[in-house]
């Protein structure tokens, strides 16, 4: 009996295949048009994030070619961020009046190494801290929330910190295949809202770019929503 043949090759699903048959992926979109198309491509039933995936031209073995930076999002994100501040006591109500959800001093990071439950998206802390702070390094830095000077969350203004990531600052660092991951924004935001987030965002990139990368730091960019096809774009 000949044995049957399995095939393992994911199939879209008809929504997802109707959405992908809106886009001609031989194009290079502009940002207003790829925004519509994201927007009408759109295949969830809840308030997607819309994503930016830019493949950048760095080697990302290089210590001195890495991307990192912030950048302030003029509309937000659309993700309400739960901030975690662990401050010196004379900080602590000037941050939770700024809108971190969780704050506390050195009995927190304690917490933390002990195992406590990390129900926050990002951490704050001052520049006399982060010697007590290396006791979380293992815990935080494999989740990406470790304070770190470049992306502005080791401040001496911890109550300022808070209150711009509130607003939409986000920080951005490329990964291992040299591609920057960015949510900038959502499905229901207006197309000239989420343009205007693509733009700060991509000029940010930008002006991040190391001196020792010569050329154009961006090799090719692409929008999508969640769980929605890539669009190729002009950014």
Request: glycine letters at 6%.
């Amino acid at each position: 009996m000949p044995k049957r043949r399995i095939n393992n090759k994911k199939r879209d699903s008809k929504r997802f295949a109707q959405a992908k048959s809106k886009i001609d992926f031989s194009k290079t979109y502009s940002i207003a048009d790829a925004v519509a198309l994201a927007k009408e491509t759109s295949t969830t039933k809840f308030d997607a994030s819309v994503e930016l995936h830019v493949n950048l031209d760095i080697d990302p073995k290089k210590g001195d070619q890495l991307i990192r930076g912030t950048v302030t999002l003029p509309h937000g994100t659309g993700k309400k961020i739960a901030i975690c501040a662990i401050v010196p006591e004379q900080f602590q109500k000037e941050v939770k009046a700024a809108g971190a959800t969780v704050v506390g001093g050195t009995e927190l990071i304690d917490e933390l190494a002990a195992g406590r439950k990390i129900d926050f998206d990002i951490v704050v802390t001052t520049p006399d801290f982060m010697k007590d702070m290396a006791k979380v390094a293992k815990v935080l830095g494999p989740k990406g929330i470790m304070p770190n000077p470049k992306t502005d969350t080791v401040s001496s203004n911890p109550a300022k910190t808070v209150e711009q990531l509130s607003k939409g600052k986000v920080s951005f660092k490329n990964d291992a295949s040299a591609i920057v991951h960015a949510v900038v924004g959502k499905a229901s935001f207006t197309p000239a809202n989420l343009a205007d987030n693509i733009e700060a965002f991509m000029d940010a990139l930008n002006k991040s770019k190391p001196a020792t990368v010569k050329g154009i730091l961006v090799k090719s960019s692409y929008l999508t929503t969640s769980m929605g096809p890539s669009i190729k774009i002009n950014a």
